[in-house]
């Protein structure tokens, strides 16, 4: 199974603040990556797709960039519903994999 | 607009089995490919199959023995069986649409749309 390593754990972060989460894969996953939004008691929801494509309604604040093994999501300005956790998932081989999240929080 | 919904006990003992069922409203499962998702305490996620629009299915291979995804297209359904189940099986439980798309010469899945999630619990 292709590995995905999700860093950091959890981070804090100011209003206005610009976030950046990063995930790694055992294997070149070819730009074969999903980002997810979930915050508590919700279920996840879609945020990024192919990397770096925004997912309709989605807050262009929000942006996905990497290839290879690596990836990033940034968000450009730190919201207050932006709290939640945030998870990458590799879709190119089964079985689909995921990160262990990113725990987000309002500093 | 897609709906999921799933439904099924909370609580199951060790040793039986648990069933799920997902009710999809807003577009028809005889498209595309529809899957399970299960979420642990201490939130590690896990792919656990899927069922295509044609009946075919893909289960994660550390569950193969003891997974089955069935349909119902008549109701618009689909199910999850999981047997044997232990306390390791205690998790939040997901179906979610699967979408795809290519990357250079690649295909790849993603979930673009979720069930609110049902949490199951395996104890005594």
């Known amino acids: 199974d292709i590995q995905m390593t999700q860093s950091p754990a959890s981070l804090s972060a100011s209003l206005g603040e610009t976030v950046t989460i990063q995930c790694q894969a055992s294997?070149?996953?070819?730009?074969?990556l999903a980002w997810y939004q979930q915050k508590p008691g919700k279920s996840p929801q879609l945020l990024i797709y192919?990397?770096?494509s925004l997912q309709d309604g989605v807050p262009s604040r929000f942006s996905g960039s990497g290839s290879g093994t690596q990836y990033s999501l940034k968000i450009s300005s730190m919201q207050t519903e932006d709290e939640g956790v945030y998870f990458c998932?590799?879709?190119?081989?089964?079985?689909?994999?995921f990160g262990a999240g990113t725990k987000l929080e309002l500093k | 607009e897609v709906q999921l919904q799933e439904s099924g006990p909370g609580l199951v003992k060790p040793s039986q089995s648990l069933s799920l069922t997902c009710s999809v409203t807003?577009?028809?499962?005889?498209?595309?490919?529809w899957g399970w998702i299960r979420k642990f305490p201490g939130n590690k996620m896990e792919w656990m199959g899927y069922?295509?629009?044609?009946?075919?299915?893909s289960y994660n291979p550390s569950l193969k023995s003891r997974i089955s995804i069935t349909r119902d297209t008549s109701k618009n359904q689909f199910f999850l069986q999981l047997n044997s189940v232990t306390t390791e099986d205690t998790a939040t439980y997901y179906c979610?649409?699967?979408?795809?798309?290519?990357?250079?010469?690649?295909?790849?899945?993603?979930?673009?749309?979720w069930g609110q999630g049902v949490m199951v619990t395996v104890s005594s």
């Open positions: 979610a649409r699967l979408w795809g798309g290519y990357t250079t010469d690649y295909y790849y899945d993603y979930f673009d749309y």
């Open positions: 807003g577009y028809s499962i005889t498209s595309n490919y």
């Open positions: 069922i295509s629009y044609s009946g075919s299915t």
């Open positions: 294997e070149d996953i070819y730009s074969g």
């Open positions: 192919g990397a770096s």
């Open positions: 998932q590799q879709g190119l081989k089964y079985p689909n994999t």
